[in-house]
């Protein structure tokens, strides 16, 4: 098992509605990524932060948004919800931007 | 556009064969190439990376995987497959220093391994 964490682990959200996901990254690790694997599919790249800072971005709206904190944790933030946004969604940390990432879980949204 | 590409949806071996799950890639410049294997309702365990060096790296659980700069190739191999093995395996890439999301991971679409007794 990683030292990665994510909450919840399941979740059922309504069309429109918003929903913010949380991430532990491993001790140690200042990089936080996060990633969006529909079902069938190959995770996709969504956001990267580095001691606080977005850095970089996916191809996805402005409603995907994201934080890290000072303990280098961090949130994922999906407003306007669309059926579309059901997924597995994977957060990494990794000790710096190049290094190997470890993932955690990951959480299960699924938009009715 | 840079791309992964694993061109089998899934591979059977039985028990005991060697396996190998192919990867090719498409990104400008010198990547570094990773092997994840995802098991059902789990996140993605890493499995080894290609950086720099020998053209043949070893991970866990007995994994290699061989580089290939001509053919932009990163297959994963094991030479003795054992049914708890069977998962569903990623390749992926990340491109290299200089480029725009340099931290970001590139995945292939998966391949679903699955090792008969």
């Known amino acids: 098992e990683t030292g990665v964490t994510q909450s919840p682990t399941h979740l059922i959200k309504t069309r429109g509605q918003q929903v913010t996901l949380r991430c532990s990254s491993q001790s140690g690790h200042n990089t936080v990524s996060w990633y969006q694997q529909a079902l069938g599919q190959g995770p996709q790249f969504i956001f990267q932060y580095y001691r606080e800072e977005e850095n970089g971005r996916g191809n996805f709206p402005p409603r995907f948004s994201g934080l890290q904190f000072p303990n280098y944790s961090s949130e994922l933030n999906v407003n306007a919800l669309e059926l579309d946004d059901s997924a597995l969604y994977l957060c990494?940390?990794?000790?710096?931007?190049?290094?190997?990432?470890?993932f955690g879980q990951g959480t299960r949204l699924t938009v009715v | 556009a840079q791309s992964v590409a694993q061109p089998e949806d899934q591979v059977n071996v039985a028990e005991g064969n060697p396996l190998t799950v192919k990867c090719t890639y498409s990104v400008s410049g010198n990547p570094y190439l990773f092997w994840y294997v995802q098991y059902p309702n789990r996140g993605l365990q890493f499995l080894l990376k290609?950086?720099?060096?020998?053209?043949l790296v070893k991970g866990s659980y007995g994994f290699e995987a061989e580089f290939n700069k001509s053919q932009t190739s990163f297959h994963l191999k094991k030479p003795s497959a054992l049914v708890s093995d069977s998962a569903l395996y990623f390749c992926?890439?990340?491109?290299?220093?200089?480029?725009?999301?340099?931290?970001?991971?590139?995945f292939g679409q998966g391949t679903t391994l699955q090792v008969k007794p």
């Open positions: 992926a890439v990340r491109p290299s220093r200089g480029s725009s999301n340099t931290g970001k991971l590139i």
């Open positions: 290609y950086i720099t060096g020998d053209n």
């Open positions: 990494a940390s990794s000790f710096l931007v190049n290094t190997e990432a470890f």
